[in-house]
């Protein structure tokens, strides 16, 4: 079975601070997506990776960036974190192309005070 | 932007009835996924149906695609509740080289014991 693990499930962190979430996947998947989802919007893309050092800007890449150094490890990074950015953050995974089954993680529940 | 839309936006039936979610979409598809997701977790795959498919089943689980109405239907068949979860579609366009999923709002499903 593939897994999809995030560093955190809850994450209190203050307005300013650098933040950084962490997913990593064991099922050697190629792409990788990081979204949040928030009541009333549904599931929106932040960013995805579908290969080492590659990154595309999803829907709403503003004020957040990404690392991926190793095939199995997809960073969020948000560079200075504020109160609209208190959301669920999901990361997921997919073999082929970013378009066949998604794997997601359980989600971290991020709140900025 | 929002390709995939459900209704109902809330649906609560008694266990052992069927449930019925819908799924809409605006453009061409190669194909149309159905995602669960319990409260607070992270999303699971529950079945991919293909542009080129009418009809597919999975245990209780029958999905329909109408590519003529781009339309496609969720059928929970003897609920349980278990099944308590929001419900999700979806699509993968088939226009230009998109590596991405389009998501839907969701069905909130309760299911009453």
């Known amino acids: 079975d593939v897994k999809v693990t995030q560093s955190s499930r809850y994450l209190v962190k203050r307005t300013g601070e650098k933040v950084f979430l962490e997913c990593v996947q064991d099922m050697d998947h190629e792409n990788m997506f990081w979204y949040r989802q928030d009541p009333g919007l549904g599931l929106r893309l932040i960013y995805f990776s579908y290969d080492v050092k590659m990154k595309e800007k999803g829907d709403i890449p503003e004020g957040y960036s990404v690392s991926r150094e190793k095939k199995e490890r997809f960073s969020l990074i948000l560079e200075s974190a504020s109160t609209n950015q208190t959301s669920m953050y999901l990361c997921?995974?997919?073999?082929?192309?970013?378009?066949?089954?998604?794997?997601f993680g359980p989600g971290t529940r991020l709140t900025v005070l | 932007s929002q390709q995939g839309e459900e209704d109902p936006q809330a649906l609560s039936i008694q266990e052992g009835e069927n449930a019925t979610m819908n799924c809409s979409y605006k453009?061409?598809?190669?194909?149309l996924q159905w995602y669960r997701q319990n409260s607070g977790r992270g999303l699971v795959h529950l079945i991919l149906?293909?542009?080129n498919e009418r009809e597919k089943h999975s245990g209780r689980l029958r999905v329909t695609l109408d590519t003529s109405k781009k339309s496609s239907s969720l059928l929970i068949t003897a609920s349980r509740a278990a099944d308590t979860a929001s419900y999700f579609c979806?699509?993968?366009?088939?226009?230009?080289?998109?590596?991405?999923?389009?998501w839907g709002l969701g069905t909130s499903l309760a299911v009453n014991p």
């Open positions: 997921a995974s997919s073999l082929d192309r970013g378009t066949d089954t998604q794997y």
């Open positions: 453009t061409s598809i190669n194909n």
């Open positions: 149906i293909r542009s």
């Open positions: 979806a699509t993968e366009s088939n226009a230009g080289n998109n590596r991405k999923l389009i």
